[in-house]
């Protein structure tokens, strides 16, 4: 189930802007604190908001197959 999201668009009013936001506040936390930001902390962070999407999707989808059929067993 998990789906692969554009996380580039930073002014797509979604998933590439809360990405973008994370990173810009984090990034400024951790230059306060005197701690080095890289690309490293850049790529944590879009991975932390396609895993925060893909748990979305899958309750989304478990909800979806719970409502449509009340006694099926949902496989992931």
Do not use: F
């Not at 979305?56 to 197959?65: D, K, L, P, S, T």
Request: charge should be negative; proline fraction near 4%; aromatic fraction near 6%.
């Amino acid at each position: 189930m998990p789906t692969e999201t554009d996380l580039e668009n930073k002014y797509d009013n979604g998933a590439g802007q809360a990405a973008h936001l994370l990173k810009y506040y984090l990034r400024m936390v951790a230059r306060n604190a005197g701690v080095n930001w890289d690309s490293d902390n850049d790529a944590e962070v879009d991975a932390i908001v396609e895993c925060i999407l893909n748990a979305a999707r899958q309750q989304a989808h478990e909800e979806i197959e719970e409502w449509v059929q009340p006694d099926a067993q949902v496989q992931p």
